[in-house]
């Protein structure tokens, strides 16, 4: 992996980053994606800081599983 395929001169840090984990992970560049940190913590015990990150890919040939609706249990009050 080239790293002048992915940064040029207009692109700023989290794009870079987006960019890598599409390639890293097989995506590809052109599918939109999302980066957002989620959590950032101080590990006391090693004195490193923690950033939680996720990264969200749609690719073309996935789709979301739909829901199945749960069935009422509750017993209807009109069929007394």
């Given at each position: 992996?080239?790293?002048?395929?992915?940064?040029?001169e207009?692109?700023?840090?989290?794009?870079?980053?987006?960019?890598?984990?599409?390639?890293?992970y097989g995506?590809?560049?052109?599918?939109p994606?999302?980066?957002k940190?989620?959590?950032?913590?101080f590990?006391?015990?090693?004195?490193e800081?923690?950033?939680y990150?996720?990264?969200?890919?749609?690719?073309?040939?996935?789709?979301?599983i739909?829901?199945?609706?749960?069935?009422?249990?509750l017993p209807?009050?009109?069929?007394?």
């Amino acid at each position: 992996m080239k790293s002048s395929e992915i940064i040029t001169e207009n692109a700023d840090g989290w794009t870079i980053v987006r960019k890598w984990l599409g390639k890293l992970y097989g995506f590809g560049s052109r599918l939109p994606s999302k980066l957002k940190r989620i959590k950032q913590t101080f590990d006391e015990s090693t004195g490193e800081h923690v950033i939680y990150l996720e990264y969200r890919v749609r690719a073309p040939h996935q789709q979301a599983i739909p829901r199945v609706s749960k069935p009422n249990l509750l017993p209807d009050k009109k069929a007394k």
